[in-house]
């Protein structure tokens, strides 16, 4: 296994189905905070069912179609990236994140994302990244700002969560834009 460090107390390391009782925990004292974003967070309620969510991106994992991952900070799981969808025949994907209260405010998400984003644009060769968020997910859209992603759009009210409809918005980044911030940086 491999770990990617993010800062000097923490790291970011592939997130597996053997983990599923360190996920379970996590996501329980992350669900208040993350429940009407993170939409497995409402279905990951036990061990059962949080080992299904790990294997599902594990099998996603296996057909290059997407990736789970954690952010360990001083030995604990507090948060994560993932390629919700990747597509390296299209040359597209999309991009997840979530964290506790415990995993905010360090920078954590932002430099795992950018993580994601170089293995995306430059291993892979992919041409466009999306990012999904709500409005009133004021975070995640700052997180996005901060990875030079633009604003492509809102689809009004496509989702729903618990009997509201609500909108979402579609961020993107494309590689030539990644890479020259790149070579600004």
């Known amino acids: ?25 996590h996501i329980d004292r992350a669900r208040a905070h993350t429940d009407p974003w993170i939409p497995w967070a409402d279905y ?5 069912s ?7 991106y594990a099998d996603k994992q296996a057909a290059d179609r997407g990736r789970i991952f954690g952010i ?6 507090v948060g994560g990236v993932m390629f919700v969808h990747f597509d390296a025949a299209a040359g597209t994907c999309e ?7 415990a995993g905010e405010g360090r920078g954590l998400i932002t430099a795992a994302a950018r993580h994601l984003l170089t293995h995306a644009f430059t291993t892979r060769g992919l041409s466009r990244a999306e990012w999904k968020t709500t409005p009133r997910n004021t975070r995640s859209r700052a997180t996005a700002q901060r990875l030079g992603m633009t604003l492509d759009g ?11 409809r609500l909108d979402i918005e579609v ?15």
């Open 44 to 48: 990951s309620t036990d061990l059962d």
């Open 72 to 77: 360990w900070r001083e030995g604990t799981l």
């Open 50 to 56: 949080a080992r299904a969510t790990l294997q599902s």
């Open 95 to 101: 991009i997840g994140v979530w964290s506790e209260p």
């Open 154 to 164: 809102t689809l009004r009210e496509s989702s729903s969560y618990r009997g509201e």
């Open 171 to 185: 961020w993107s980044l494309l590689a030539r834009e990644w890479e020259a911030r790149a070579d600004r940086a």
């Open 1 to 25: 296994m491999y770990a990617i460090p993010l800062a000097p107390d923490a790291e970011l390391r592939p997130l597996e189905p053997w983990q599923a009782p360190e996920f379970l925990a």
